[in-house]
């Protein structure tokens, strides 16, 4: 959708918002709505909020968007910042997920 990308629904959702968007915080909460009328246990499912390309903004911007987005209701732990432009974040983005991955097959 226009307000982030959800993948890896099966053991978790991993909602994927851009960081240059006017309010990243309330995509997510779109995202979050989706998820519910979706249904099938999706809005369940652990989330590793990912927000992405980090290169366009400030420090402070970015700062502000984290912010904003862990005051959001749907989400509770820092979301991953990451930037495929120049790879930050990406190591820890596999952490997460492979960790993710990891707790589902116990």
């Known amino acids: 959708t226009r307000y982030g990308t959800v ?3 099966q053991t978790c ?5 851009d960081a240059s968007a006017p309010d990243p915080a ?3 909460r779109v995202v979050e709505a989706e998820l519910r009328a979706y ?3 999706l809005d369940e ?3 590793l909020v990912v927000l992405t390309k980090a290169e366009l903004l400030a420090e402070d911007q970015r700062q502000q968007a984290v912010e904003a987005l862990m005051a959001s209701p749907a989400e509770a732990q820092r979301p991953l910042v990451i930037s495929a432009v ?3 974040g ?3 983005l596999l952490r997460a997920v492979w960790q ?3 707790i589902e097959a116990i």
């Open 7 to 9: 993948t890896g629904v």
């Open 13 to 17: 959702a991993l909602p994927i918002l």
């Open 26 to 28: 309330a995509d997510l």
């Open 39 to 41: 249904g099938h246990g």
């Open 45 to 47: 499912k652990p989330r």
């Open 86 to 88: 120049t790879g930050e």
């Open 90 to 92: 990406l190591e820890a």
């Open 100 to 102: 993710s991955l990891a």
